[in-house]
């Protein structure tokens, strides 16, 4: 797939395992121009570790704390400044304290629920009505979502209501944007090794568990995930708004 002369936001990068750089190293190869946000300057670091394996353009490097509505203003004005306009953006952004995601949900606190709603699923709503500002015609936002959203998973827990948050807000977005031709969708990975991922209790078990129960017997990479993240930001999904896509070796499909 070639997406020479178009420019992607990457938000979520938080190290080299993270599946938002399995999307950077994926649309690189295919020539697209990139901009990043980070977290905070902490995470610029190590971004930039990771930017000498990149081969184009990648020069913008903007902090964002979906948290600051000032601050993701701010941003996007200035990637629209700066690159004369976006053409897609990816989010990869997901957060819920340890305590929470393990145990029962009933013991979920209302603290952590909020935090986790808002950094997990309200903040696609805010991105996507600053990047509308700045997208160009056909513009797509892609988001990163979850099985424990659709079903009941050990330890998920608050996180799994607010990937089910998540996936309804692309339904929405979808409906809202798509005036403006603009699409939205997202990709739910299977389980892979990440710095979130550590966070959720027995992670290594559902890893297992999809090596043996999934249609691929196997699990999936970042660079998988990140060729179909491409896919839908490109034109050649151009018809495809507010679906959920599952890079999951099938695991979705077992009873
Ligand atoms: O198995 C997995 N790893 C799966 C992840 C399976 C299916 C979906 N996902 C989702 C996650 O829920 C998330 O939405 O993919 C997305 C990316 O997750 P990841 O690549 O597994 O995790 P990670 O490398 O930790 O990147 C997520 C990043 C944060 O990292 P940390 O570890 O510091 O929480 O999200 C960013 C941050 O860089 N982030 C924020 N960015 C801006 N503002 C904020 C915030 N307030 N909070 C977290």
């Not at 990637?79 to 004369?84: F, L, V």
């Not at 145990?103 to 909020?114: A, I, N, V």
């Not at 991105?127 to 330890?155: C, D, F, H, Q, W």
């Not at 043996?212 to 990479?221: A, G, I, Q, T, Y």
Request: charged share 25%; net charge negative; proline share 1%.
């Amino acid at each position: 797939m070639n997406l020479e002369g178009k420019t992607f936001v990457i938000m979520g990068v938080a190290n080299r395992r993270s599946i938002a750089w399995g999307a950077a190293r994926a649309l690189d190869q295919m020539g697209a121009n990139l901009v990043f946000t980070i977290l905070n300057e902490r995470f610029r670091r190590e971004l930039e570790k990771l930017l000498d394996d990149l081969e184009g353009n990648h020069d913008i490097v903007v902090e964002c704390d979906v948290q600051d509505d000032e601050q993701i203003a701010s941003a996007f004005e200035e990637i629209g400044a700066k690159t004369g306009g976006i053409d897609g953006l990816l989010h990869a952004i997901a957060y819920a304290g340890k305590d929470e995601l393990q145990g029962g949900y009933s013991e979920t606190s209302r603290e952590g629920f909020k935090n986790a709603l808002d950094i997990s699923s309200y903040s696609l709503a805010i991105i996507a009505k600053n990047a509308k500002k700045i997208m160009n015609e056909g513009g797509s936002i892609v988001t990163m979502t979850y099985l424990g959203g659709e079903r009941a998973m050990p330890n998920y827990n608050v996180m799994g209501i607010a990937k089910a948050a998540l996936d309804a807000s692309v339904r929405y977005l979808a409906l809202d944007l798509g005036a403006d031709g603009f699409r939205v969708n997202a990709v739910s990975a299977g389980p892979i090794r990440t710095l979130s991922s550590s966070a959720v209790g027995e992670f290594k078990s559902v890893m297992k568990e999809m090596e043996e129960r999934s249609p691929l017997k196997r699990n999936v990479d970042q660079l998988e995930v990140g060729n179909t993240v491409a896919f839908l930001l490109s034109d050649l999904a151009s018809g495809i708004t507010g679906e959920v896509v599952h890079v999951d070796s099938g695991y979705h499909v077992m009873a």
